[in-house]
């Protein structure tokens, strides 16, 4: 996941459950220590690994000291590397959803009010890195923090109206609205302590230099050059910690990663590789592992769009992005640009086909050709007022007209975007590629809804209502130059919101199913993004120092370094030797 904060994708029986105690993943993860590693083939030694485990998630350089995980441009958040010092409530296998969520900082929950309260149980005997005791008040002023400052909910964590630590292991959250259907943002919201951000005058922008957590690492040595921390002495669940070093090195760019990669000197990766079977896997088909054998190569977990800033003229205007929709070569951009890692998106609907098949209203099967249609293209334009004038689509004098903006340091989506912008060219719209040098701006132009367009994965969670979400929900919007959590091109539609909040406030499968239908047909008919390629699970990783990573034969997590992940790998890895 050189360049993707994304998460596995599969449909879900997490909304049906309610309260619940989570036996196997109490003891996979139970203060009593016995180790995290339930489900896994990991040898029970307990020893301690000698080598620094080297991950790379995204090329950034050079690295600033911020960790707040509350900002999507600090080095943690971007690195992925956050739950190692902050960690969630739960862990959600999405590769498996009819797993029970795993307890980390909570051990049961329950919903009761109809959705709108959630009641959970905290972890004893967990310490903060700094010695001092956690407790259900620090996840009361987390979420109360939240409530305060919305700007912060990176991952989209709905914000409560209150929070209260009813006693020290019992916290209460109350919602406006039912979030029955909404555990995993719940969930796998970090975790902040109140002893140290109570003095924090704007969590926005406090740095975190150095982040006082309950994980099992802490901060041990900062340079521009990279991150490297060390296991924490005092964390709750040591006995399931074999690694004693994370090395989060800085990269310029996916190319200085995959070489770095290459060489043996990263031991997880998360990029995009042209040829990974020659380049990566033959080197050292012995230690050198990737997801599938063959290609793929990759396992796919979201959908990767051309997200739109539906605020700037002429992208406003659905049928111009139904246009552009249809003037794209998709089969071109999963060759060439993705290098067959990724398949072209067959369905306006948004839907990651074929795992969401069953979900899949008849009218948006297969309605994506692969190569375009430029008659269709030319079908919209003509009917909403647009005539051809010097090779371009023109309306009032002014051709449809924008950029696409993305980091070039993201090799593949670079490549993308020169690709799209010389096909729709072609076609007779106004494009320009813009390049962006360095990873972070375009993460703040992102938030800020400071572009015209740009190619982008999706969010995920355990069903398709995560994506549209994630492309959407207004209310986890911005004004332009905020902060937005989601729905980066400030996408505001009442029919959208409403049938986001039937899904979320719901555990009925058939309730569930109509919002998703009212949904599929907004994205067909609206484009609030424009669906391009089935992405990938970025993953690349080496057994020459530790075993224990996910596989198709345990599939206990997503293979990639993704920001929910990360963790959980990480205390399943055992020392090879």
């Given at each position: ?17 309610s309260a619940v105690i989570l036996a196997a993943g109490v003891a996979a993860c139970s203060s ?546």
């Amino acid at each position: 996941m050189s360049h993707r904060s994304m998460r596995p994708r599969v449909l879900s029986g997490l909304a049906t459950m309610s309260a619940v105690i989570l036996a196997a993943g109490v003891a996979a993860c139970s203060s009593s220590g016995s180790s995290a590693t339930s489900g896994t083939n990991s040898p029970s030694s307990s020893a301690m690994g000698k080598k620094t485990l080297v991950v790379e998630s995204t090329p950034l350089s050079p690295l600033t000291q911020t960790f707040n995980p509350f900002s999507a441009t600090s080095t943690g958040y971007t690195l992925h590397s956050t739950n190692l010092y902050y960690e969630p409530l739960f862990f959600f296998n999405i590769l498996n959803p009819n797993q029970a969520p795993v307890p980390m900082l909570a051990t049961a929950y329950s919903f009761s009010d109809g959705g709108k309260t959630l009641t959970l149980t905290t972890r004893s005997g967990v310490k903060w890195s700094d010695g001092k005791p956690f407790s259900a008040a620090d996840v009361a002023f987390t979420f109360n923090l939240l409530a305060k400052n919305p700007a912060l909910a990176q991952t989209g964590t709905p914000a409560p109206t209150s929070a209260s630590a009813t006693g020290p292991n019992t916290v209460v959250l109350n919602f406006a609205a039912p979030q029955a259907g909404n555990l995993y943002l719940i969930g796998t919201q970090a975790i902040v302590s109140q002893h140290v951000w109570q003095s924090v005058s704007n969590p926005a922008t406090y740095p975190d230099a150095n982040p006082v957590g309950t994980g099992p690492y802490v901060l041990d040595k900062f340079s521009p050059q990279g991150v490297l921390l060390k296991a924490n002495p005092g964390y709750w669940n040591k006995s399931a910690v074999h690694v004693p070093e994370v090395d989060f090195p800085s990269y310029v760019s996916n190319t200085a990663a995959e070489q770095a990669l290459e060489s043996g000197q990263i031991d997880w990766a998360g990029n995009y590789i042209t040829n990974v079977q020659n380049v990566f896997v033959a080197k050292d088909p012995a230690h050198n592992k990737v997801w599938y054998s063959n290609t793929p190569y990759m396992t796919p977990n979201n959908v990767v769009t051309l997200w739109l800033n539906v605020t700037r003229a002429p992208l406003t205007d659905p049928k111009v992005r139904q246009a552009i929709s249809y003037a794209v070569d998709r089969k071109q951009l999963a060759a060439q640009g993705e290098t067959g890692y990724e398949l072209p998106a067959t369905s306006s609907s948004g839907l990651l086909l074929p795992v969401d098949q069953s979900l899949l209203q008849d009218q948006y099967a297969n309605d994506l050709p692969a190569s375009g249609d430029a008659a269709k293209v030319a079908s919209i334009l003509s009917s909403d007022g647009y005539t051809k004038v010097n090779g371009k689509w023109t309306k009032n004098g002014k051709t449809i007209k924008f950029s696409v903006e993305d980091p070039i340091p993201f090799s593949d989506f670079w490549l993308d975007v020169q690709l799209v912008t010389a096909q729709l060219n072609k076609q007779g719209f106004d494009v320009k590629a813009q390049g962006i040098g360095n990873p972070t701006n375009w993460f703040t132009d992102q938030a800020t809804g400071n572009f015209d367009s740009m190619i982008r994965w999706s969010n995920n969670g355990p069903t398709p209502y995560y994506y549209f979400y994630n492309w959407m929900d207004n209310a986890t919007s911005a004004p332009l130059g905020k902060t937005a959590a989601n729905n980066f091109g400030r996408f505001n539609n009442p029919q959208a919101q409403s049938a986001l909040t039937r899904y979320v406030s719901s555990t009925d499968q058939a309730a569930q199913k109509e919002a998703l239908n009212t949904l599929q047909g907004i994205m067909s008919t609206q484009v609030p993004v424009i669906p391009l390629l089935y992405g990938a699970s970025w993953a690349e990783f080496s057994t020459r120092s530790y075993t224990g990573w996910p596989s198709q034969a345990n599939p206990y997590a997503d293979p990639g370094p993704n920001p929910i992940e990360l963790e959980y790998v990480i205390l399943h890895l055992r020392p090879t030797s």
